[in-house]
């Protein structure tokens, strides 16, 4: 369970990749971390989402940890990991739309909706299994909202 | 005349007369017979959250209007044949449906017929629509009337010759609409049987997630087993017990991915999936739970 933080620093310390003219390896480089984000975010929603599913048991201090988890990930600056000229329109290794940077705003307000649904499951986590059904739809929601507009389909 | 004029005028008449017959628009479901039930405006939110109705007839969402339910139509649907155009159903007298009776309104559900007598088009559901039980679509109407009245003329579909023509729906009509269930199921389990109920009718699940031929009718030889998108940008996922399906999904990854929309690698749904889970999750548990019985028990594809 402690092994799910390693993944954070490495990702922080690539924020330093600069959206300013990009090569081939750059564009790779950003497309590669900005997937693994998303791994990471839903590594943590498998957490809650298997005791959701009565997979697991649900445990009230691992439920808040991993909602902790999203919250903060989804507060971390993302724009680095979205350069413009990375949409699958430069390269076949991504599914991001165009429309992440013709839309920029749209992007953004998708990212606080995701911001928010995070938070709101970190104050629901631990309030029982009902309660944290409930912040995982919305949750859920946060996150096909954004998918729907900006990433094209399998 | 020559006899063959004659039989040739003849033949056409017959044509004529069959084409005429067979492509008339009953509206077979009387006033009497739905004055007999009791509508029960709660359970017809459900209806209307499993029906989906707001993935085609809302308006554009707007900032001020952020959290009603507004149905004055507007949205476009691309297809082979035109593009359709979501009509004004909101209650408004002049311009959405507000004039109807619960009657008008139980044969354009259940058989695809319009007030005025005329055949709709299927882009409008009623294949599936079909399948409710009178008591849901009453208990809908009575729904729906609680919702806001918007004025705002309905817009004419473009599409082409020959499908300009309601008229020739009638024929597509007598080959594809049909309201047995499509699969048979030998189990007496009530929440698989409520599951086929809520797939096969109100839930139009097989309008996505099946085949059609080549006038749109459905094929039920490959009920759900994926199809390609009705705009004909991507395919529809298979959600039947195939390899290619989701066999793998357990029922508890299909129940939460109808409440959450995640998948069992904790992705979340895309495409026009996101709308159909944004009802879903409104539903009871138990509905959702069911809908995955159903899933899980449909026979596997030889």
Redesign the interface.
């Known amino acids: 369970m402690k092994k799910r933080f390693n993944a954070l620093p490495v990702i922080l310390a690539t924020f330093t990749i600069s959206a300013g003219s990009l090569n081939a390896a750059d564009v790779d480089k950003s497309i590669e971390i900005r997937q693994s984000y998303m791994q990471l975010v ?2 943590n ?2 957490i809650v ?1 298997s005791m ?4 697991s048991k649900y445990d009230s201090n691992i439920a808040a940890e991993a909602a902790n988890n999203l919250a903060l990930l989804s507060k971390m600056n993302y724009q680095a990991m979205w350069p413009e000229g990375s949409s699958q329109e430069d390269s076949d290794h991504t599914r991001a739309k165009m429309e992440i940077w013709t839309d920029a705003e749209g992007f953004a307000q998708k990212h606080t909706n995701f911001a928010n649904s995070a938070q709101n499951l970190a104050n629901l986590a631990d309030k029982g299994l009902n309660n944290l ?1 409930a912040g ?2 919305e ?3 946060s ?3 954004c ?2 507009g900006y ?1 094209t ?2 | 005349m020559s006899t063959w004029v004659n039989i040739g005028a003849a033949a056409v008449i017959t044509g004529i007369t069959a084409f005429w017959i067979l492509t008339d628009a009953d509206a077979p479901i009387s006033n009497q017979q739905v004055s007999q039930l009791e509508a029960n405006i709660e359970h017809g939110e459900q209806v209307f959250n499993i029906g989906g109705c707001v993935s085609c007839h809302a308006s554009k969402p707007s900032k001020e209007h952020a959290n009603t339910i507004r149905l004055a139509g507007g949205k476009r649907f691309k297809t082979e044949f035109g593009v359709f155009i979501a009509p004004n159903i909101s209650p408004d007298k002049e311009t959405g449906i507000g004039n109807w009776t619960t009657a008008d309104f139980a044969n354009a559900m259940k058989h695809g017929v319009s007030p005025d007598n005329e055949h709709y088009y299927p882009a409008f559901p009623y294949t599936s629509y079909a399948r409710m039980t009178l008591q849901d679509v009453v208990d809908l109407k009575a729904y729906i009337d609680t919702l806001p009245a918007i004025t705002q003329q309905s817009a004419q579909h473009q599409l082409s010759f020959p499908f300009t023509i309601r008229r020739g729906l009638g024929l597509w009509k007598q080959l594809y609409l049909d309201d047995k269930a499509v699969i048979t199921l030998n189990t007496p389990d009530p929440s698989v049987l409520r599951g086929q109920y809520l797939v096969e009718g109100p839930g139009h699940c097989g309008e996505c997630h099946s085949p059609r031929n080549q006038i749109g009718g459905l094929d039920y030889t490959n009920w759900l087993m994926g199809a390609k ?1 009705p705009d004909n ?2 395919r529809v996922p298979n959600i039947s017990p195939h390899d290619s399906g989701i066999s793998e999904w ?1 029922h ?2 299909i ?2 991915y109808l ?4 998948t069992p ?7 026009d999936m ?1 709308k159909v ?2 009802n879903t ?1 409104k539903l009871p548990t138990s509905d959702r739970e069911a809908i995955a019985a159903y899933l899980k028990a449909l026979p596997p594809p030889q």
């Open positions: 839903a590594f929603v498998g989402g959701a599913k009565g997979k059904r995982m739809k949750l859920g929601g996150c096909g909202g998918h729907q990433r389909k399998k | 998108s940008s991507g357990s508890e990854d129940a939460e409440s959450s929309g995640f690698e904790y992705d979340s749904a895309g495409g996101t889970i944004e999750s």
